[in-house]
Nanobody, 121 residues
Framework: QVQLVESGGGLVQPGGSLRLSCSVSGSIFSINDMGWFRQPPGKERELVARITTNGITNSAESVKDRFTISRDNAKNTVFLQMNSLKPEDTAVYYC???????????????WGQGTQVTVSS
């Protein structure tokens, strides 16, 4: 059974930093793009950043100079380094990944359970 397990959320003061991690567990054939989304209170889920298997990234304009996405392909893990956090970054953060479980199956999108990030003084 494929699972995405996130960690690293929490409460941080404005201007602080957090590093989120998301690891894929279970038997799989391949992982394609990985990404981070967030859902602020009362709002829709939005893309934060995504990264290809070759390390090509793109990020939302609101986080472009503050957040960095990276991945460790050997460990099937994606990271989100968040610096200079602002109250408006408060949200539940979700990782996702496009995964092919076996060679014969089509690629599907899997989601983590979400981790809360709260930026407040």
């Amino acid at each position: 059974q494929v699972q995405l397990v996130e960690s690293g959320g929490g409460l941080v003061q404005p201007g602080g930093s957090l590093r989120l991690s998301c690891s894929v567990s279970g038997s799989i054939f391949s992982i394609n793009d990985m990404g981070w989304f967030r859902q602020p209170p009362g709002k829709e889920r939005e893309l934060v950043a995504r990264i290809t298997t070759n390390g090509i990234t793109n990020s939302a304009e609101s986080v472009k100079d503050r957040f960095t996405i990276s991945r460790d392909n050997a460990k099937n893990t994606v990271f989100l380094q968040m610096n200079s956090l602002k109250p408006e970054d408060t949200a539940v953060y979700y990782c996702n990944a496009r995964i092919r479980v076996t060679y014969w199956e089509r690629e599907l999108v899997y989601w983590g359970q979400g981790t809360q990030v709260t930026v407040s003084s």
